[in-house]
């Protein structure tokens, strides 16, 4: 118990620092890349257009931003302090608390959509917690959209190297900073899709996502330099040719479309 909850203090700080360097205006351009468009294709074939819609773990905001820039009624919530913070230097008009996924202060029934965007791989305890939370504070119906990373060929080759990257000895001897770095697991679709069911969900949609960023992540030979986090030319040919051949196996997320029983 002491163990996990030093972990999950780490992963807490990671994001903290995460957060730092990066603003609000520099997040949204993403909205301009291929694969970000291809994501919000997705989203909005399913997300009602009337009723709330909650982004549980927002960190910047730039998908609340965006689709309430679309007429979506959408509010954000985060446990970190900094991201909410930077949301409101940005625009304090913005919907956005300081708040815990796996315990929302929202009464049940209060959505229509709930957004998960990269959120409950990073609990030492399981994502069962939040996705009961997202179940609970959704109507009946109601529509829950839940993205996470998935292991990929390119996280296999670099995975042994980042590993010895984080290795505190290493570090040390390198005369490395001293980092802290966040918890991740990366879910089968099987057991996610199981876990998402067991807690009252069905799982309507699964789809593959992301093959540009998990390309450019892999080698910065692949990366737009003039971009925030985009990628060149190059990484968009390679990325197509792997969407189509080898579409699981090259993603760097997956997003599973559910809605409440």
């Known amino acids: 118990m002491a163990e996990k909850s030093y972990i999950d203090s780490n992963t807490k700080k990671a994001w903290e620092e995460n957060w730092q360097p990066h603003e609000v205006k520099d ?16 989203y909005l074939k399913y997300l009602p257009k009337t009723g709330k819609i909650l982004e549980g773990g927002c960190g910047l ?11 979506y009624d959408v509010i954000g919530v985060d446990y970190n302090e900094e991201p909410i913070r930077k949301i409101r230097e940005y625009d304090s008009s913005l919907p956005v608390s300081v708040m815990d996924v796996k315990g929302l202060s929202f009464e049940d029934d209060s959505f229509a959509g709930y957004l998960s965007l990269g959120v409950i791989e990073h609990f030492t305890e399981g994502p069962e917690k939040a996705i009961s939370e997202a179940h609970r504070v959704l109507v009946k119906g109601g529509v ?18 980042e590993l010895l990257k984080r290795n505190r000895f290493i570090r040390k001897i390198f005369r490395k900073e001293q980092k802290v770095y966040y918890w991740q697991v990366y879910f089968k679709p099987c057991k996610l899709k199981k876990i998402l069911e067991d807690s009252g969900f069905d799982v309507v949609e699964i789809a ?26 190059a990484g968009l040919a390679f990325s197509r040719f792997c969407e189509r051949r080898l579409p699981w196996f090259t993603a760097a997320n997956m997003v599973l479309v559910c809605r409440k029983k």
């Open 144 to 161: 829950f959209i839940v993205q996470v990373p998935i292991m990929n060929i390119f996280l296999g080759i670099k995975y042994p190297i």
């Open 27 to 42: 997040l949204l351009q993403i909205f301009d890349y291929p694969r970000v468009k291809k994501q919000i294709e997705l």
């Open 61 to 71: 905001g730039p998908y609340l931003i965006y689709l309430r820039s679309l007429g």
């Open 208 to 233: 593959p996502m992301d093959h540009e960023h998990s390309i450019s992540s892999f080698s910065g030979i692949f990366r737009d330099k003039n971009s925030y986090d985009g990628t060149n030319p």
